[in-house]
C-alpha cells in the first residue's frame, strides 16, 4: 500500500473543503484505517471527529472490513456501570446461585480487539479515567466483593465524538491516549468512496504481513529527532502523542513493505497524529541582518573568473533536514483557523453559565437523603433495602412458579436486578474564588493600590454570593497564604489593607503555591477559581535565584503544569498598558485575560462568577 501523495493545503475551515483538499483528507482517512487494522492497541485508537452520517458509517465499515475477523468488537454504552465496564460481582445472579458468581467485564471481553464509544463527549469523566487507566496497564484489575482477577485487556479505542464548534470535547484524559486523530467534518458522501474489492483484499494482504514486521521496523535518531521535534513547535506537551506517532511511522513503513522508517512515514505520522493537537504555530526565525558581501580580491589578484553553468542533471539545493520537512508537513495539516476555534472553545467552556455559587447537587454518596430511585450497583452508590423489597414484593408469586416450573428450588425472597432502588443525597457545594496579588516591586510601583481597590470590589461581591474567599500574595522570598479561606468580609479587607509592597517577583513560586491550594480544596468537593493580579513580569526563579530569563522559563513551565491540572484563573493584568508578558503568561495558563486598565470591576465579578458557576455545574 502506497502512502498517500501530499496534496494542495491550503484550504480552510471543514465547512469549505475544496474538492482536491477533500479527497486529500478522505485518502488520508482511508490510509489511517489501514494503519489501526494492523493493531489498534499499539495506537490506542483513534478519536473520530465526525457527525452521525453515510461518511462516518463508511468509514467504520472499512475499518471493520480490515480487522481480522477473529478479533472481539464490543460497543460501550454512554451510561454503563463499573461492574460491566471492568467486571465483578454479579449480584442478581448471586442471589439466584446462593453463591458468589462473577461477571467478565465489556473491556476484558475486548482483549485484542476494539472497542467502539459513542457519543464520547458526553462520557461521564468517571468512565473515561477508568477506561484510560486499563488503556495504560493493559489489564483489568477487579478487587472487590470477594472477587480479586487480573485480566488482560488490550484494545483499541474508536472514540465517535459528535460535539460541534463551541461544544465540550471528550474529557483529555481519554483523547490523550487515543493515537490517531481524524476528522470528516465537511466531507460529502458523493466524494468519499471505498475501494474496489480486489484493491481491499490487496490491502487485508499486505496489513497480515505488517502485523509481524512492524515491531522490527528501524527508525533512526534523525526520524526520532523530527518527530519529538515537531511535537513540541507545535506545542504538544504529552510523550504520548510522539510515541504513538513513532509507533504509527513503524506500521507505515511495514504496510508499505520497506525495511525502515523513511520521511514519508514520518510526514505521514506527523498528519495524523501530531498536527491535530497543536496548541500553536511554530515560532517563525527571521534573519533581518544584511548578507554579509564578497571580500575583494586584491590589487595584484586578477578577478575570478565567471563559474560554469549549473548542471541541470546535478541538484543545485541541498537538501533539507527532515525535521523541518516534517515540521513544515504537520503545519500543512493543521486546519486554517484551528488555533482560534481552540482558544474560543477553552474561553467558552470557563465563562459558560449555568447553575450558581453554592448550588444543590444531586449525587449517591453524601449529603442529606433525597429518596430513591431505580439504579445498578456500583462503587460509592448505598442500595435502599427497605425500597428494593418494596419493589420486588408484588413480583414474588409469580418468580416462585417459574423458579418451581423449572425445576430449580425458589429462595425466599427473590431478587433481581430491576428491583434495585438506589439511596439519593443532596448536598451543597463550597465555592472558593483565590485571590493572588502580585505585591513585588514593580506592582508596587505601579498598581497595587488599583488593584487593592478593584479586589475589594470583587469580595464585596463574593460576600453577597456567599463564596469563600482566600488572599494569597508573593514578593521577595516566595508566596505566602495571608487569609486561608473564609467567608468574613472583614478579615478580608484586612488582610489586603495590611498587604505590604516590595521585592522581587517569584511567579513560578506563586504559580505552584496557587496550583498546591486549588487542587487541595477541590479535592475537599469545593468548586474553585484563581484570581491572579499580576503584570507578568516574574524575575526570581523558582529557586529563589535572580534572572530574568530563566525566572521568566520558570513561571512559564509552571503555568503550563497548571493548565493541565485543570485550575481554572482569571489573570488581571496590572501593566500600566496591556503588556505581551501578562498574554503571555495568560495563554499559558489557559486562563481569562482582563487588563486592569479597561476593567470594570462588575465586569471582572460577572466573569468569575461564571467561571465559578460552571465549575459547581
Given at each position: 500500500?502506497?502512502?498517500l501523495?501530499d496534496a494542495?493545503?491550503?484550504?480552510?475551515?471543514?465547512?469549505?473543503?475544496?474538492e482536491?483538499?477533500?479527497?486529500?483528507?478522505?485518502?488520508?482517512?482511508?490510509?489511517a484505517?489501514?494503519?489501526?487494522?494492523?493493531?489498534?492497541?499499539?495506537?490506542?485508537?483513534?478519536?473520530?471527529?465526525?457527525?452521525?452520517?453515510?461518511?462516518?458509517?463508511?468509514?467504520?465499515?472499512?475499518?471493520?472490513?480490515?480487522?481480522?475477523v477473529?478479533?472481539?468488537?464490543r460497543?460501550?454504552?454512554?451510561n454503563?456501570?463499573?461492574?460491566?465496564?471492568?467486571g465483578?460481582?454479579?449480584?442478581?445472579?448471586?442471589l439466584?446461585?446462593?453463591?458468589?458468581?462473577?461477571?467478565?467485564?465489556?473491556?476484558?471481553?475486548?482483549?485484542?480487539?476494539?472497542?467502539?464509544?459513542?457519543?464520547?463527549?458526553r462520557?461521564?469523566?468517571?468512565?473515561?479515567?477508568r477506561?484510560?487507566?486499563?488503556?495504560d496497564?493493559?489489564?483489568v484489575?477487579?478487587a472487590?466483593?470477594?472477587?480479586?482477577?487480573?485480566?488482560?485487556?488490550?484494545?483499541?479505542?474508536?472514540?465517535?465524538?459528535?460535539?460541534?464548534?463551541?461544544?465540550e470535547?471528550?474529557?483529555?484524559?481519554?483523547?490523550?491516549?487515543?493515537?490517531?486523530?481524524?476528522s470528516?467534518?465537511?466531507?460529502?458522501?458523493?466524494?468519499?468512496?471505498?475501494?474496489?474489492?480486489?484493491e481491499?483484499?490487496?490491502?487485508?494482504?499486505?496489513?497480515?504481513s505488517?502485523?509481524?514486521?512492524?515491531?522490527?521496523?528501524?527508525?533512526?535518531?534523525?526520524?526520532?529527532q523530527?518527530?519529538?521535534?515537531?511535537?513540541?513547535?507545535l506545542?504538544?506537551?504529552?510523550?504520548?502523542?510522539?510515541?504513538?506517532?513513532?509507533?504509527?511511522?513503524r506500521?507505515?513503513?511495514?504496510?508499505?513493505?520497506?525495511?525502515?522508517?523513511?520521511?514519508?512515514?514520518?510526514?505521514?505520522?506527523?498528519?495524523?497524529?501530531?498536527a491535530?493537537?497543536?496548541?500553536?504555530?511554530?515560532?517563525?526565525?527571521?534573519?533581518?541582518s544584511?548578507?554579509?558581501?564578497?571580500?575583494?580580491?586584491?590589487?595584484?589578484?586578477?578577478?575570478?573568473?565567471?563559474?560554469?553553468?549549473?548542471?541541470?542533471?546535478?541538484?543545485?539545493?541541498p537538501d533539507?533536514?527532515?525535521?523541518?520537512?516534517?515540521?513544515?508537513?504537520?503545519?500543512?495539516?493543521?486546519?486554517?483557523g484551528?488555533?482560534?476555534?481552540?482558544?474560543?472553545s477553552?474561553?467558552?467552556?470557563?465563562?459558560?453559565?449555568?447553575?450558581?455559587?453554592?448550588?444543590?447537587?444531586?449525587?449517591?454518596?453524601r449529603?442529606?437523603?433525597?429518596?430513591?430511585?431505580?439504579?445498578?450497583?456500583?462503587?460509592?452508590?448505598?442500595?435502599?433495602?427497605?425500597?428494593?423489597?418494596?419493589?420486588?414484593?408484588?413480583?414474588?408469586?409469580?418468580?416462585?412458579?417459574?423458579?418451581?416450573?423449572?425445576?430449580?428450588s425458589?429462595?425466599?425472597?427473590?431478587?433481581?436486578?430491576?428491583?434495585?432502588?438506589?439511596?439519593?443525597y443532596?448536598?451543597?457545594?463550597?465555592?472558593?474564588?483565590?485571590?493572588?496579588?502580585?505585591?513585588?516591586?514593580?506592582?508596587?510601583?505601579?498598581?497595587?493600590?488599583?488593584?487593592?481597590?478593584?479586589?475589594?470590589?470583587?469580595?464585596?461581591d463574593?460576600?453577597?454570593?456567599?463564596?469563600?474567599?482566600?488572599?494569597?500574595?508573593?514578593?521577595?522570598a516566595?508566596?505566602e497564604?495571608?487569609?486561608?479561606?473564609?467567608?468574613?468580609?472583614?478579615?478580608?479587607?484586612?488582610?489586603?489593607?495590611?498587604?505590604p509592597?516590595?521585592?522581587?517577583?517569584p511567579?513560578?513560586?506563586a504559580?505552584?503555591?496557587?496550583?498546591?491550594?486549588?487542587?487541595?480544596?477541590?479535592?475537599?468537593?469545593?468548586?474553585?477559581?484563581?484570581?491572579?493580579?499580576t503584570?507578568?513580569?516574574?524575575n526570581?526563579?523558582?529557586?529563589?535565584?535572580?534572572g530574568?530569563?530563566?525566572?521568566?522559563?520558570?513561571?512559564?513551565?509552571?503555568?503550563?503544569r497548571?493548565?493541565?491540572?485543570?485550575?481554572?484563573?482569571v489573570?488581571?493584568d496590572?501593566?500600566s498598558?496591556?503588556?505581551?508578558h501578562?498574554?503571555?503568561?495568560?495563554?499559558?495558563?489557559?486562563?481569562?485575560?482582563?487588563?486592569?486598565?479597561?476593567?470594570?470591576?462588575?465586569?471582572?465579578?460577572?466573569?468569575?462568577?461564571?467561571?465559578?458557576?460552571?465549575?459547581?455545574?
Amino acid at each position: 500500500m502506497t502512502p498517500l501523495a501530499d496534496a494542495d493545503s491550503s484550504a480552510g475551515l471543514p465547512g469549505e473543503t475544496s474538492e482536491s483538499r477533500a479527497a486529500e483528507l478522505w485518502g488520508r482517512a482511508l490510509h489511517a484505517a489501514a494503519l489501526l487494522a494492523i493493531e489498534p492497541a499499539a495506537l490506542g485508537g483513534v478519536w473520530l471527529r465526525a457527525a452521525a452520517g453515510p461518511v462516518r458509517e463508511r468509514w467504520l465499515a472499512l475499518l471493520e472490513t480490515l480487522l481480522p475477523v477473529d478479533r472481539p468488537r464490543r460497543r460501550i454504552p454512554l451510561n454503563i456501570p463499573d461492574e460491566r465496564l471492568l467486571g465483578g460481582l454479579d449480584l442478581a445472579a448471586t442471589l439466584q446461585a446462593g453463591r458468589p458468581v462473577a461477571q467478565r467485564g465489556v473491556l476484558a471481553e475486548a482483549d485484542g480487539g476494539v472497542v467502539t464509544l459513542a457519543m464520547a463527549e458526553r462520557v461521564p469523566a468517571a468512565t473515561a479515567t477508568r477506561l484510560a487507566q486499563v488503556l495504560d496497564r493493559g489489564e483489568v484489575q477487579v478487587a472487590r466483593d470477594g472477587i480479586e482477577a487480573h485480566l488482560s485487556a488490550r484494545f483499541g479505542v474508536i472514540a465517535l465524538d459528535e460535539s460541534g464548534n463551541g461544544d465540550e470535547p471528550p474529557a483529555s484524559v481519554l483523547t490523550e491516549r487515543l493515537g490517531v486523530v481524524l476528522s470528516l467534518e465537511g466531507l460529502l458522501p458523493s466524494t468519499c468512496t471505498l475501494p474496489p474489492l480486489e484493491e481491499l483484499r490487496g490491502w487485508q494482504r499486505d496489513i497480515v504481513s505488517a502485523r509481524t514486521r512492524w515491531r522490527h521496523m528501524h527508525a533512526d535518531d534523525e526520524a526520532l529527532q523530527a518527530l519529538v521535534a515537531t511535537a513540541a513547535a507545535l506545542g504538544v506537551d504529552s510523550p504520548r502523542a510522539s510515541l504513538a506517532a513513532l509507533n504509527l511511522a513503524r506500521m507505515a513503513a511495514a504496510l508499505d513493505g520497506r525495511d525502515a522508517v523513511d520521511g514519508e512515514d514520518c510526514t505521514l505520522a506527523a498528519r495524523l497524529v501530531i498536527a491535530p493537537r497543536a496548541t500553536r504555530l511554530p515560532p517563525q526565525h527571521t534573519d533581518e541582518s544584511p548578507p554579509e558581501p564578497p571580500p575583494e580580491p586584491p590589487q595584484d589578484q586578477d578577478p575570478p573568473s565567471e563559474p560554469d553553468p549549473p548542471d541541470n542533471d546535478a541538484e543545485q539545493l541541498p537538501d533539507k533536514p527532515l525535521e523541518d520537512t516534517v515540521l513544515e508537513a504537520a503545519q500543512a495539516a493543521i486546519p486554517a483557523g484551528l488555533l482560534a476555534m481552540l482558544q474560543a472553545s477553552l474561553a467558552l467552556g470557563r465563562t459558560r453559565s449555568g447553575g450558581k455559587s453554592g448550588a444543590t447537587q444531586t449525587n449517591y454518596r453524601r449529603g442529606r437523603p433525597a429518596g430513591s430511585r431505580r439504579g445498578s450497583l456500583r462503587p460509592g452508590v448505598r442500595l435502599n433495602v427497605i425500597d428494593t423489597l418494596r419493589n420486588a414484593a408484588p413480583w414474588q408469586p409469580l418468580r416462585r412458579r417459574e423458579a418451581m416450573a423449572s425445576g430449580r428450588s425458589p429462595a425466599r425472597v427473590l431478587i433481581r436486578a430491576d428491583d434495585f432502588q438506589v439511596t439519593r443525597y443532596q448536598q451543597r457545594s463550597e465555592t472558593t474564588t483565590l485571590f493572588v496579588v502580585d505585591a513585588s516591586g514593580s506592582a508596587a510601583l505601579h498598581r497595587l493600590a488599583e488593584a487593592k481597590g478593584a479586589v475589594e470590589l470583587l469580595l464585596a461581591d463574593c460576600y453577597v454570593r456567599r463564596d469563600r474567599v482566600a488572599l494569597m500574595a508573593f514578593r521577595g522570598a516566595g508566596c505566602e497564604l495571608m487569609l486561608p479561606p473564609t467567608r468574613s468580609l472583614t478579615r478580608a479587607k484586612r488582610a489586603l489593607a495590611g498587604l505590604p509592597g516590595g521585592g522581587g517577583t517569584p511567579m513560578a513560586s506563586a504559580i505552584e503555591a496557587a496550583q498546591q491550594l486549588y487542587e487541595r480544596l477541590s479535592r475537599k468537593g469545593d468548586s474553585v477559581v484563581v484570581v491572579l493580579l499580576t503584570d507578568g513580569r516574574a524575575n526570581l526563579d523558582r529557586n529563589g535565584r535572580p534572572g530574568r530569563a530563566q525566572a521568566e522559563e520558570d513561571a512559564l513551565a509552571a503555568a503550563r503544569r497548571a493548565r493541565v491540572s485543570g485550575m481554572a484563573c482569571v489573570l488581571v493584568d496590572t501593566s500600566s498598558q496591556p503588556a505581551a508578558h501578562g498574554q503571555r503568561l495568560a495563554a499559558e495558563l489557559g486562563a481569562l485575560y482582563q487588563p486592569l486598565p479597561y476593567a470594570d470591576p462588575r465586569a471582572l465579578s460577572a466573569r468569575i462568577g461564571a467561571s465559578v458557576a460552571a465549575l459547581a455545574g
